[in-house]
Nanobody, 124 residues
């Protein structure tokens, strides 16, 4: 299994970005994928999660209503649409996957595979 994250960049407050996580080695309806982020000097935290068998999603309270995670069946890509971005959203964003259908959404140790990070910078 390999993950390739992309889509980060510099955006102004209130702007939008869409992150992509290309998942190779897992079927489009297999397992779980999570997006995490790590800001300088802070621990890595879960942001959004999707269970690809049934589309169940979970979001951190800090991003609810602003971020949307989705699974593209054809492209085997998981997206994170980020709207109304705030300076506190600045971080390196990582996608992670596990072949198990049921994992604790934001429990880092349950994910076997990680992509490289993509930097999101929100300027005020």
């Amino acid at each position: 299994v390999q993950l390739q994250a992309s889509g980060g960049g510099l955006v102004q407050v209130g702007g939008s970005l869409r992150l992509s996580c290309l998942v190779s080695g897992m079927r489009f309806d297999e397992g779980s994928v999570g997006w995490f982020r790590q800001a300088p000097g802070k621990e890595r935290e879960g942001v959004a999660y999707i269970r690809r068998t049934d589309g169940q999603t979970y979001y951190a309270d800090s991003v609810k209503g602003r971020f949307t995670i989705s699974n593209d069946n054809v492209k085997t890509t998981v997206y994170l649409q980020m709207n109304s971005l705030k300076p506190e959203d600045t971080a390196v964003y990582y996608c992670a996957a596990d072949p198990d259908h049921y994992v604790t959404p934001f429990f880092i140790q349950e994910y076997d595979y990680w992509g490289q990070g993509t930097l999101v910078t929100v300027s005020s």
